[in-house]
């Protein structure tokens, strides 16, 4: 308890109020997946995934590295999952087929996680540089999925537009496009070298600084963009979940 | 339509409809029978003129004066027995003399033809057939009673009223009918007793197969108009399940939007198209497809209110069929 008291305390806090918020999101949302379709399930499953992917910042022993890498990949599971249900929506919306049972998502879910924490036992603690590939893994998956699925949910809008749900799909319009300004800016510091975790790297392992100092401006902007937008994802993703649930009481 | 006196009656006001006429025909040749068998329709009668169970003559008239005889004659019957529902049968006993005369005069000529008797000369005419010498019947009729006159050589033979099973002497009846008003006369030409046919046409009329060419023809235009109402029917019930299903279209559009169009669809396809819509066990499974699949698209208090009004549109729509 003292650990975690202690780790409150030197956590940022914004990046505490963004952990609060997607819990609360990802509470509302698991919340809504209890008692809707299958389709609903996978998404709503997703975006709870993304508080356990977000909740290391909060995570008393996010400094092993093995644990800080798994937060990575329930984050990707996390996409995949919701990519997932809004394919199935779509497919639903082309051909009205609903197939299969809640319970299969949930398991194939834990399947994947359990998988991927095998992946991680069986193989060499990750090192710093490790986590940071996982990171760019995560959020390249993360920016192509969003992408993706801003198409998709373009394309429902369009067969539902005049459904009661329609404006529901709106709203996820605007969570993913920022997710999208959320992951693809951290990823662009990512692939330039000019994210906090490749400073820190190069620091201890040479003590040079890579070449962050002639572009403040672009890296300045895109750790706003991250910082804020990421924010706002968690804030847009519960007040969704609760627009969308208004709309199907 | 022609009517006979009615002689001594065997059987009256058969119904037609409960009879075959082979059955008929051979009970009545067996029992050797001497008369005439008249079998009265709405628009026609027909009769068979027995003679110690041979078939000697047969006539058919039709209300429009229409008049055929031998096979014809007995082949209408045979359509007449099978096509139509109503008609009586009368079988009158006759002496052997009276029916030769009526086989004479069904195998005679018409003359003259229900003329108005208050408008010929009477006395003229009977004067005619004595002197033309003529072999003949002179019949007097009302719409309900008859009597016949036969002439020998333009003398009278004798006359034939209802009750009679010989030829008569006494002129009473005759007189009576003529005096009623709108009695009519037709005056008939006839061949020589010895000169007349003597033919069976039970002989040579095949009355069993015609029968049952009858019969044949009868159930398949039986089938025929059963189909045709089959059709009919098939038709109706195929123009209410659509108007049907446009209905239920417009409940889940008007609830879903657009594509609820969509959704029914599939789920008629499902259930093996729009007919499914007035089985008890499909329309339930195609509710519930509706049901799953709405729900991703309204809210549950939607969802409710459109589902007991589907229920109730498919339900009160089964009930009417």
Redesign the interface.
């Given at each position: 308890m003292e650990q975690f008291i202690e780790l409150i305390t030197r956590i940022n806090t914004f990046d505490l109020i963004g952990v609060i918020l997607w819990g609360l999101a990802g509470a509302i949302s698991f919340n809504f997946s209890i008692g809707?379709?299958r389709?609903?399930t996978s998404i709503s499953l997703g975006f709870f995934l993304i508080f356990i992917g977000q909740a290391y910042a909060i995570n008393p022993w996010a400094h092993d590295y093995g644990l800080s890498a798994f937060h990575n990949i329930v984050g990707t599971v996390a996409i995949v999952v919701i990519t997932h249900g809004f394919l199935e929506?779509y497919v639903?919306?082309r051909?009205?087929?609903?197939s299969g049972k809640k319970i299969a998502v949930y398991l194939f879910s834990l399947l994947i996680l359990v998988a991927g924490g095998m992946f991680l036992y069986i193989n060499p603690t990750p090192s710093p540089n490790t986590i940071r590939n996982f990171k760019i893994v995560e959020n390249a998956i993360w920016v192509f999925l969003s992408i993706m699925n801003l198409e998709l949910i373009r394309k429902i809008y369009i067969?539902?537009?005049?459904?009661?749900?329609?404006k529901a799909f709106i709203a996820f319009g605007i969570v993913f496009f920022l997710i999208f300004l959320w992951k693809g800016s951290e990823l662009y510091l990512q692939i330039f070298q000019w994210d906090r975790d490749w400073q820190d790297i190069t620091a201890v392992m040479n003590g040079k600084v890579p070449d962050i100092g002639n572009f403040t401006g672009r890296v300045n902007i895109s750790m706003l963009v991250n910082k804020y937008a990421g924010l706002l994802s968690s804030l847009s993703v519960g007040g969704t979940f609760i627009y969308l649930y208004r709309?199907?009481? | 339509m022609f009517l006979l006196p009615k002689g001594i009656p065997l059987f009256e006001n058969l119904a037609v409809g409960m009879l075959k006429l082979p059955e008929v025909i051979s009970k009545l040749s067996a029992g050797s029978f001497t008369g005439y068998a008249s079998f009265v329709f709405q628009d026609s009668t027909v009769i068979l003129v027995f003679e110690a169970g041979k078939l000697v003559s047969a006539m058919s008239e039709e209300q429009n004066g229409n008049r055929q005889t031998g096979f014809e004659a007995v082949s209408a019957l045979c359509y007449r027995m099978v096509g139509k529902s109503g008609g009586s049968l009368n079988v009158y006993k006759l002496s052997k003399d009276l029916t030769t005369c009526i086989h004479a005069l069904f195998q005679g000529e018409i003359l003259y033809k229900a003329q108005e008797l208050k408008l010929i000369d009477i006395k003229s005419l009977l004067k005619k057939i004595g002197t033309d010498r003529m072999n003949g019947c002179l019949r007097i009729y009302t719409d309900d009673r008859s009597a016949m006159i036969f002439y020998k050589d333009g003398s009278p033979l004798g006359f034939f009223h209802d009750g009679s099973q010989d030829i008569e002497t006494s002129a009473n009846e005759s007189q009576k009918i003529a005096g009623l008003p709108g009695a009519k006369i037709d005056l008939f030409s006839t061949h020589e007793a010895g000169r007349l046919m003597g033919l069976d046409l039970l002989e040579v009329v095949n009355i069993q197969n015609i029968w049952e060419t009858a019969v044949a023809q009868k159930r398949s235009e039986i089938i025929k108009i059963n189909k045709a109402r089959e059709e009919r029917q098939k038709e109706n019930i195929a123009a209410k399940i659509a108007e049907l299903e446009e209905t239920v279209k417009s409940i889940v559009v008007n609830k879903v939007g657009k594509v609820g169009r969509g959704i029914v669809e599939k789920e008629l396809a499902d259930q093996g198209g729009n007919a499914c819509l007035l089985d008890e066990t499909k329309s339930v499974k195609f509710l519930a497809g509706i049901e799953r699949s709405a729900k991703l698209l309204i809210s549950a208090t939607s969802l409710k209110a459109m589902m007991e009004l589907l229920s109730k549109t498919i339900t009160s729509a089964r009930i009417e069929r």
């Open positions: 809707n379709a389709v609903w929506y639903f919306c051909t009205f087929e609903i067969a539902i537009k005049d459904s009661p749900i329609s709309l199907l009481k | -």
